[in-house]
T-cell receptor, first 118, second 116 residues
Framework: GAVVSQHPSRVICKSGTSVKIECRSL??????MFWYRQFPKQSLMLMAT?????????EQGVEKDKFLINHASLTLSTLTVTSAHPEDSSFYIC??????????????FGPGTRLTVL | AQTVTQSQPEMSVQEAETVTLSCTYD???????LFWYKQPPSRQMILVIR??????QNATENRFSVNFQKAAKSFSLKISDSQLGDAAMYFC?????????????FGKGITLSVRP
């Protein structure tokens, strides 16, 4: 149980284009989902917290117009990197907390998306 | 603000031996949760073990156990009978007890290697 998927797992795009990453909770509903960025050999950096049906809350220093987050349902959140540049190349990870049942105090993570901007 | 400190960047253990990964945290809250996550080379974050602060009993999951010292704000992870598949980066994390939006605060992580 508590499986989170991400799609795509890898994406390569040209500078200036936009890329959308999907995060789905497969066997539970999640009122809250989180988006992280991770550089090699480093810890996870929280980018934003998203709630179903409301605007995401961004961490300080994260450009909300560049990293658009939509949490359209209790099982789906999307992160769109707009006008991507090489410095946006990174590993992006989402996580979700179950709405009810066992594990509501735990975040479960997706497998991550490696973004490379050329 | 809460902080999580993992002071050892790397550790190594012989297969079948026991290793302890240290973690300390700083908080003024009384209601919180502590976690250890494992990130193998695939980079999938895997929950290893969780501990509720109000529970005095140390959490255990098979070969993994914690030594939770609330007064000392210490939360170490012990891996018994280490296996090659335990090689990974391990992150200690803290979460406040209140609210659905309560965030995880991660330590910097420790890279564990297992020698055959």
């Amino acid at each position: 149980g508590a499986v989170v998927s991400q799609h795509p797992s890898r994406v390569i795009c040209k500078s200036g284009t936009s890329v959308k990453i999907e995060c789905r909770s497969l066997d539970f509903q999640a009122t809250t989902m989180f988006w992280y960025r991770q550089f090699p050999k480093q810890s996870l950096m929280l980018m934003a917290t998203s709630n179903e049906g409301s605007k995401a809350t961004y961490e300080q220093g994260v450009e909300k117009d560049k990293f658009l987050i939509n949490h359209a349902s209790l099982t789906l959140s999307t992160l769109t990197v707009t006008s991507a540049h090489p410095e946006d190349s990174s590993f992006y990870i989402c996580s979700a907390r179950p709405l009810a049942g066992v594990g509501t105090d735990t975040q479960y993570f997706g497998p991550g998306t490696r973004l490379t901007v050329l | 603000a809460q902080t999580v400190t993992q002071s050892q960047p790397e550790m190594s253990v012989q297969e079948a031996e026991t290793v302890t990964l240290s973690c300390t945290y700083d908080t003024s809250e009384s209601d919180y949760y502590l976690f250890w996550y494992k990130q193998p080379p695939s980079r999938q974050m895997i929950l290893v073990i969780r501990q509720e602060a109000y529970k005095q009993q140390n959490a255990t999951e098979n070969r993994f156990s914690v030594n939770f010292q609330k007064a000392a704000k210490s939360f170490s992870l012990k891996i018994s009978d280490s296996q090659l598949g335990d090689a990974a980066m391990y992150f200690c994390a803290y979460r406040s007890g209140g609210g659905a939006n309560s965030k995880l605060t991660f330590g910097k992580g420790i890279t564990l290697s297992v020698r055959p």
